[in-house]
């Protein structure tokens, strides 16, 4: 199916989403399996605990688990504290955690300790930015001192009514949350589920249709099945092979029967510009070390270009440390959802 499709469905039991551009999966989201409540997105109070000596930041007790904050100016063992969960824990390690807590709705963003109003850049009409802009201001007028407001691009097309009823709602929820602060390890806000993430953060562009019969019609298990296999088939014969081990994730790149120059240049950049995708969809993080196809360094020139343009339209955290003396090439990506194979278990 060509254009834009999100497509809602269960799995297990849980709330499952699929995003599908021009019949290819751009996004999934899944609820995680059991009663997992610290899940990014996730708002806890917190009690700090002891600092972590060598990595600059401490614990911090949360309900039913541990956190790891990377901020320790000003803070104290035994003071309560509220954050949100941030990515998802490495196995035995804590759950990564941030005082920097945002309330998000389809329209906006309430910043408590990022105050001020901004508007999206995707929002270019001025006429309608001054619109927005004043309409923010009148709904955020007397908020706590401290709290900001972001106004999201899905927001250029929507009802003035809708936008104020929106951050109405944030607003009084975030002050609620933001000041309760008695008692001890407590989840204040649930993370949202796979079908409220699809609606929030898939809306704009706006989707051309809405699939909620299921994902048979559009063939998304048959997608998750393509990803669940290590080994990822690349245009002109070439293909990668996507192997995360304890350490890292492994990706080797391969020509195919074609072994010439062009052929090698030619089948990087076809995975250079599908690795985030991938990535995205198998839940991979921490370090990435890719062996491209053998090519001469000046190819090399022409893929950083790809790769930097690729992962600057990633939503996930990514440093691209570059090439190794070994010609290998690194980079560090947040980890900010579960392994797909672990979610689908």
């Given at each position: 199916?060509?254009?834009?499709?999100?497509?809602?469905?269960?799995?297990?039991?849980?709330?499952?989403?699929?995003?599908?551009?021009?019949?290819?999966?751009?996004?999934?989201?899944?609820?995680?399996?059991?009663?997992?409540?610290?899940?990014?997105?996730?708002?806890?109070?917190?009690?700090?605990?002891?600092?972590?000596?060598?990595?600059?930041?401490?614990?911090?007790?949360?309900p039913g688990g541990s956190g790891f904050l990377k901020q320790v100016s000003g803070l104290a063992?035994?003071?309560?504290?509220?954050?949100?969960?941030?990515?998802?824990?490495?196995?035995?390690?804590?759950?990564?955690?941030?005082?920097?807590?945002?309330?998000?709705?389809?329209?906006?963003?309430?910043?408590?300790?990022?105050?001020?109003?901004?508007?999206?850049?995707?929002?270019?009409?001025?006429?309608?930015?001054?619109?927005?802009?004043?309409?923010?201001?009148?709904?955020?007028?007397?908020?706590?001192?401290?709290?900001?407001?972001?106004?999201?691009?899905?927001?250029?097309?929507?009802?003035?009514?809708?936008?104020?009823?929106?951050?109405?709602?944030?607003?009084?929820l975030a002050e609620a949350v933001m000041a309760d602060t008695a008692g001890g390890p407590e989840?204040?806000?649930?993370?949202?589920?796979?079908?409220?993430?699809?609606?929030?953060?898939?809306?704009?562009?706006?989707?051309?249709?809405?699939?909620?019969?299921?994902?048979?019609?559009?063939?998304?298990?048959?997608?998750?099945?393509?990803?669940?296999?290590?080994?990822?088939?690349?245009?002109?014969?070439?293909?990668?092979?996507?192997?995360?081990?304890?350490?890292?994730?492994?990706?080797?790149?391969?020509?195919?029967?074609?072994?010439?120059?062009?052929?090698?240049?030619?089948?990087?950049?076809?995975?250079?510009?599908?690795?985030?995708?991938?990535?995205?969809?198998?839940?991979?993080?921490?370090?990435?070390?890719?062996?491209?196809a053998p090519m001469s360094k000046k190819d090399r020139a022409v893929l950083d270009q790809v790769?930097?343009?690729?992962?600057?339209?990633?939503?996930?955290?990514?440093?691209?440390?570059?090439?190794?003396?070994?010609?290998?090439?690194?980079?560090?990506?947040?980890?900010?959802?579960?392994?797909?194979?672990?979610?689908?278990?």
């Amino acid at each position: 199916m060509k254009g834009r499709v999100v497509a809602l469905d269960q799995i297990d039991g849980r709330e499952a989403a699929a995003l599908i551009v021009d019949g290819t999966l751009v996004d999934f989201l899944i609820d995680p399996p059991g009663d997992d409540a610290l899940t990014p997105g996730a708002i806890c109070r917190g009690i700090v605990d002891r600092p972590m000596k060598g990595q600059g930041g401490v614990f911090v007790k949360l309900p039913g688990g541990s956190g790891f904050l990377k901020q320790v100016s000003g803070l104290a063992p035994g003071q309560r504290v509220v954050v949100q969960v941030s990515g998802v824990a490495e196995p035995g390690k804590a759950v990564p955690v941030s005082l920097r807590v945002l309330f998000k709705s389809r329209h906006c963003i309430v910043t408590p300790g990022a105050p001020g109003i901004n508007i999206s850049r995707r929002i270019r009409e001025e006429d309608r930015r001054a619109v927005l802009e004043a309409l923010a201001a009148d709904a955020m007028a007397g908020a706590g001192e401290g709290f900001g407001l972001i106004l999201r691009s899905v927001a250029e097309h929507a009802d003035d009514e809708d936008i104020a009823a929106d951050i109405a709602e944030m607003r009084a929820l975030a002050e609620a949350v933001m000041a309760d602060t008695a008692g001890g390890p407590e989840l204040l806000v649930a993370a949202a589920g796979a079908h409220e993430l699809a609606w929030r953060e898939w809306a704009d562009p706006a989707p051309d249709a809405v699939e909620e019969d299921g994902f048979a019609p559009l063939g998304v298990h048959e997608m998750l099945d393509d990803l669940l296999d290590a080994d990822v088939a690349l245009p002109g014969g070439g293909g990668m092979v996507i192997e995360p081990t304890r350490a890292l994730v492994a990706v080797d790149v391969n020509t195919g029967p074609d072994t010439s120059p062009a052929a090698a240049l030619k089948v990087n950049v076809a995975a250079a510009r599908d690795l985030p995708r991938q990535l995205r969809l198998r839940g991979l993080g921490g370090q990435v070390v890719v062996d491209f196809a053998p090519m001469s360094k000046k190819d090399r020139a022409v893929l950083d270009q790809v790769l930097r343009g690729v992962f600057r339209a990633e939503g996930a955290e990514t440093s691209l440390a570059g090439w190794t003396t070994l010609g290998l090439y690194e980079l560090q990506r947040k980890r900010d959802r579960q392994p797909l194979r672990e979610a689908l278990a």
